[in-house]
């Protein structure tokens, strides 16, 4: 069994378990009265405008821990950091939600929120059923990952329908050529995650080699095992309009600094 197996086993788990907490229905009826009061449109606006507009295209990426690394940052607060994150110039955020493997929380993105972040945010979670929809939608989310590899055709097709219902865009996740069918459900945004999740191996070639796979006019983001400006700016003229870093910045101290370094590379 793989990582991401391993995460979907347990995620079904997790989903009853919430489900018995906080029945569908109920949740469902929160978000609809949250869509009455605050609009159809999820809170952030659109990443992929945000991205096309960005002349960084950086994702900056809340995680505290990974399976690959174990804790990177387990101090860091989402009160502060992914406010520091946008005032430090990234087009868009990810915050990890997931709490067994990545230490994360839905209450983080509320955090973000609160403490004045009004840029698009991806919930980063291994979603699987309608269900994380609507707590990605309660939480202050602007966009959900679908992974290719962690559910069939039809449930992603269906997800995706049911996330821009709830006014999210979908980040549709990709690894390599067998999962190139899915993109014809025309997503907001195609990723191309670079990290092999067999062997946790990065190899920035897998979003080379995948660009020109990709649906020419889709907005493209890679994925995972970015550290290097010259390498963003290559993948910038490959046709790449959005970069998701986390581990870069989050094992700093400050990691809104060094998002910041990095942009002033970018531009070098
Ligand atoms: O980060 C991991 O170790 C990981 C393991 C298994 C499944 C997913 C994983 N990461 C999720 C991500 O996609 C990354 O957090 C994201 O792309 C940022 O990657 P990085 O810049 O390498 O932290």
Redesign the pocket.
């Known amino acids: 069994m793989d990582?991401?197996e391993e995460i979907i086993a347990h995620k079904r788990i997790e989903n009853e378990r919430n489900r018995q907490i906080m029945p569908l229905r109920k949740l469902a009826t929160e978000v609809d009265r949250l869509m009455e009061s605050k609009g159809q449109q999820a809170e952030g606006g659109s990443m992929r405008k945000a991205l096309i507009d960005s002349t960084s295209g950086i994702i900056a990426?809340f995680?505290r821990r990974?399976?690959?690394?174990g804790w990177i940052h387990q101090s860091a607060l989402a009160t502060e950091v992914p406010l520091s994150y946008q005032q430090h110039g990234a087009a868009a955020l990810s915050i990890?939600t997931d709490e067994t493997y990545f230490g994360g929380n839905d209450s983080f993105i509320v955090d973000a929120r609160q403490s004045g972040v009004t840029i698009p945010v991806l919930y980063k979670n291994f979603v699987i059923d309608e269900y994380q929809l609507l707590q990605a939608r309660r939480c202050g989310a602007s966009a959900v990952l679908l992974i290719a590899a962690a559910i069939d055709y039809d449930t992603c097709s269906q997800l995706c329908r049911e996330a821009h219902n709830l006014g999210m865009e979908v980040l549709l996740e990709m690894h390599g050529e067998r999962d190139l069918d899915y993109a014809d459900l025309a997503p907001d945004l195609y990723g191309i995650?670079n990290?092999n999740?067999g062997s946790?191996v990065?190899d920035v070639e897998n979003s080379f080699h995948m660009a020109s796979r990709l649906p020419k006019e889709g907005c493209k983001v890679s994925?995972?095992?970015?550290s290097n400006p010259e390498t963003v700016n290559s993948l910038r003229l490959a046709g790449y309009r959005g970069f998701?870093?986390?581990?870069?910045f989050m094992k700093q101290e400050h990691p809104g600094l060094a998002l910041d370094a990095f942009i002033k590379d970018l531009a070098r």
Do not use: A, D, H
Request: charged share 25%.
């Open positions: 990582i991401l990426e995680k990974s399976p690959s690394k990890l995650n990290r999740l946790f990065t994925e995972s095992g970015l998701l870093m986390g581990e870069q």
